[in-house]
């Protein structure tokens, strides 16, 4: 969970790297790996609903994209893009009432939805078309729908891999100590 557990030589392996719910011990370190990741190559997908809270400014931030909260009911308003307008499907359920972030500071804006008159944008890069940040709590909203139009969108930001592939996975052997 905390990306300063990592090295380069570990990520670098990678074609995409996820980072949701995740931690750094020191953020300028953390800010650091991703950047030389993304100039070598590595897409770096980052979930904005998971990025810490900076502890002297209280907002979700990191490498200079703000996420601010807000709520939606039922659904989603309509989402724009480059080129197209999406209408998603509904929130489900329990989740009828949805909590999530809009994003400001994104070099290149990919989507964008509207709300009382504002534009909420949250979903595009930072500093190189290899670090992409999604807000709106988009990825479990595909997890939960299936809603093909969310993982269309979706996908943009997770290529090389297809919704077709599946990532290969390596058993990790962990050791546990205990007295």
């Known amino acids: ?11 670098v392996q990678y074609d995409l790297v996820f980072l949701g719910e995740f931690s750094y011990t020191y953020k300028r370190k953390a800010e650091d790996l991703v950047r030389r990741l993304s100039n070598d190559g590595v897409k770096v997908v980052i979930s904005a609903d998971g990025v ?16 601010y909260g807000v709520q939606f009911s039922n659904g989603y308003p309509m989402i724009v893009t480059e080129t197209e307008t999406l209408d998603l499907d509904l929130f489900r359920g329990e989740h009828a009432s949805w ?11 990919w989507a964008f939805l509207e709300d009382k008159g504002k ?10 078309d290899n670090i992409v ?13 299936k809603d093909a139009s969310a993982i269309k969108l979706l ?7 297809t919704t077709q592939e599946v990532p290969e996975r390596t058993l990790v052997p962990v050791e546990i100590s205990y007295s």
Do not use: I
């Not at 909590?99 to 804006?109: A, H």
């Not at 940040?133 to 729908?145: A, K, P, S």
């Not at 996908?155 to 891999?161: D, G, H, Q, T």
């Open 1 to 11: 969970a905390n990306l300063n557990d990592y090295s380069y030589e570990e990520l």
């Open 52 to 67: 810490p809270v900076d502890d002297k400014t209280g907002v979700q931030e990191f490498l200079g994209v703000s996420g």
């Open 99 to 109: 909590k999530t972030v809009y994003l400001e500071g994104l070099d290149d804006c």
């Open 119 to 128: 534009e909420l944008p949250f979903y595009g890069t930072v500093e190189n």
């Open 133 to 145: 940040f999604v807000g709106l709590n988009l990825v479990y909203h595909c997890t939960l729908t």
């Open 155 to 161: 996908s943009r930001a997770m290529e090389p891999l």
